[in-house]
């Protein structure tokens, strides 16, 4: 059962869009560094005051716009359907070309601030793979994937959601680091190819 917003609810939540739908476009169009709350402002119409009543800060808007790259329509790649679960090896492929895309849509320049500003994405204080970083949906479906036989059952569906997560920001980080003169999606469908290729026995 949905909650049916109040006027008030449904004029707040359109400012918060708005002002992410903005400040995306400025850091795109005109760099993280130099847009400051103050533009985002003038460019929405949405005070100073309110925008930081939705957002903590600059950074804070940057991680929700990490945040929303991982949309219901990617996520919906991972519904561990009968039909989908027996190509789980396409699926999974599928899945990190669309956030592959993604990534090359913002540019590597965006993307390195989200990877710079919050290490905590990937990584956790003591040096390990941070566990919070494996999307639900990835897990429920590798789980899944391995109780129908699809999935190698001489690891753990957590461990096969940290190689394949580690394999894409590994690809990732090499796109950031070279700034973004190779195709992200073209680079992950190699390396991912070959890595789900390893794990799964329906590629």
Same mark, same amino acid.
């Given at each position: 059962? /949905?909650?049916?917003?109040? %006027?008030?609810?449904?004029?707040?939540?359109?400012? @918060?869009?708005?002002?992410?739908?903005?400040?995306?476009?400025?850091?795109?169009?005109? +760099?993280?560094?130099?847009? $400051?709350?103050?533009?985002?402002?003038?460019?929405?119409?949405?005070?100073?005051? /309110?925008?930081?009543?939705?957002?903590?800060? @600059?950074?804070?808007?940057?991680?929700?716009?990490?945040?929303?790259?991982?949309? @219901?329509?990617?996520?919906?790649?991972? =519904? %561990?359907? %009968?039909? #989908?679960?027996?190509?789980?090896?396409?699926?999974?492929?599928?899945?990190?070309?669309?956030?592959?895309?993604?990534? =090359?849509?913002?540019?590597?320049?965006?993307? @390195?601030?989200?990877? =710079?500003?919050?290490?905590?994405?990937?990584?956790?204080?003591?040096?390990?793979?941070?566990?919070?970083?494996?999307?639900?949906?990835?897990?429920?479906?590798?789980? #899944?994937?391995?109780?129908? +036989?699809?999935?190698?059952? $001489?690891? *753990?569906?957590?461990?096969?959601?940290?190689?394949?997560?580690?394999?894409?920001?590994?690809?990732?980080?090499?796109?950031?680091?070279?700034?973004?003169?190779? *195709?992200?999606?073209?680079?992950?469908?190699?390396?991912? #190819? #070959?890595?789900?290729?390893?794990?799964?026995?329906?590629?």
């Amino acid at each position: 059962m /949905s909650v049916k917003l109040t %006027p008030k609810q449904k004029n707040t939540l359109h400012r @918060k869009q708005l002002v992410l739908r903005e400040a995306a476009r400025m850091f795109l169009e005109q +760099g993280y560094e130099v847009t $400051t709350i103050k533009d985002i402002s003038a460019a929405t119409g949405v005070s100073v005051g /309110s925008i930081y009543h939705f957002y903590e800060s @600059k950074a804070a808007i940057l991680r929700e716009l990490a945040r929303s790259m991982m949309t @219901k329509e990617v996520l919906s790649l991972l =519904d %561990p359907v %009968p039909e #989908r679960l027996a190509r789980c090896g396409q699926v999974l492929l599928e899945y990190y070309c669309s956030v592959a895309e993604k990534y =090359d849509r913002i540019g590597a320049q965006l993307a @390195k601030h989200i990877a =710079d500003d919050f290490p905590a994405i990937w990584m956790s204080p003591d040096g390990t793979f941070n566990r919070h970083y494996l999307p639900d949906e990835l897990l429920t479906f590798l789980r #899944r994937a391995q109780e129908e +036989g699809y999935l190698d059952s $001489t690891i *753990s569906s957590e461990e096969a959601a940290m190689i394949l997560q580690m394999g894409s920001a590994g690809v990732l980080s090499l796109w950031i680091y070279q700034k973004g003169r190779f *195709s992200l999606r073209d680079q992950i469908e190699s390396f991912m #190819r #070959r890595l789900i290729g390893t794990l799964t026995v329906s590629l």
